[in-house]
């Protein structure tokens, strides 16, 4: 006969197998899905990149809300343990609703948070910049939140809308590419930084080139290394860590519209034979 007791454990340890669950407007929270999966390599991911409306950064709160709330209810039947909003936009206009909406049924965390917690830790009192889309910098949520801390750091944003469209069509790594990024790095907001937060998750696709402008001068922040540490904080805490497996696990792939192209970004980019699973969001 089995106890209550007895079964604990159990029920347990199919709490820690279900998977993380991570959503994006395209291709740029693959940053953080592939910092999860090299920390954290018994994790399944599921992850869902809502490409039919990308990018998020233009679009209003309210769209990104009601987008968010959708992805969840995706997420929630795969049975997410963890749902990471791997999207500065959606963190900034949606990670309350969101959190609320989910409720009990799994831990949300933003990619916002653990970037400002580092930021009062290594740059108390310093100057520092941030470069992210229209959504995520006229939120003031980054400002806010830093103010929040009362560590003395100096935040100076500065909107650049035109890069992720540049990522999404793979446009980067070029002369053009070039030119654009140190057209917004030359901006008078990011005079005499010491370090840049690049507050998109599309942006560490061109970190090189950022930090190639700055020639060591300026840190360049990639939060997808603090937000994989940060889950992974979490899920110790609260005893989910997935238990190792003589195989890897096999991530799930969603898009909201399907094109070859992103296919291939996709498999590029996270390093594995990628299948994507076409899943829109109003039929």
Not at 131 to 143: A, D, P, R
Not at 231 to 249: D, H, M, R, S
Not at 266 to 281: C, G
Request: glycine share 6%; charged share 20%.
């Amino acid at each position: 006969m089995t106890t209550a007791a007895s079964a604990l454990p159990t029920s347990a340890a199919a709490l820690a197998a279900r998977p993380i669950g991570m959503f994006d407007s395209g291709i740029g929270g693959l940053t953080v899905a592939r910092a999860v999966a090299q920390r954290l390599p018994h994790e399944r991911i599921v992850y869902f990149g809502d490409t039919a409306h990308l990018p998020y950064g233009d679009k209003s709160a309210a769209a990104i809300q009601a987008y968010s709330v959708k992805i969840c209810d995706l997420l929630l039947r795969q049975r997410c343990k963890l749902i990471v909003i791997a999207c500065n936009s959606a963190s900034a206009a949606a990670y309350e609703l969101v959190r609320e909406y989910v409720g009990s049924k799994a831990k949300v965390l933003s990619v916002i948070d653990p970037i400002v917690a580092h930021l009062g830790q290594a740059y108390a009192g310093r100057r520092v910049g941030l470069i992210g889309t229209k959504q995520t910098v006229n939120s003031n949520v980054y400002k806010k939140k830093v103010d929040e801390l009362d560590a003395g750091v100096d935040l100076h944003s500065l909107a650049t809308p035109l890069l992720v469209p540049m990522i999404e069509e793979g446009f980067f790594k070029n002369s053009i590419s070039d030119d654009i990024i140190g057209a917004y790095l030359g901006n008078a907001a990011l005079a005499d930084i010491e370090a840049l937060v690049l507050a998109c998750t599309h942006y560490p696709l061109i970190k090189e080139q950022i930090a190639r402008y700055y020639a060591g001068r300026v840190d360049v922040l990639d939060a997808s290394d603090v937000v994989a540490a940060d889950a992974e904080a979490f899920l110790t805490a609260n005893e989910l860590l997935a238990p190792a497996a003589p195989t890897p696990p096999v991530h799930h792939f969603y898009v909201s519209d399907f094109t070859r192209s992103f296919e291939e970004s996709t498999r590029i980019f996270f390093e594995q034979e990628v299948h994507l699973e076409h899943y829109p969001l109003w039929d």
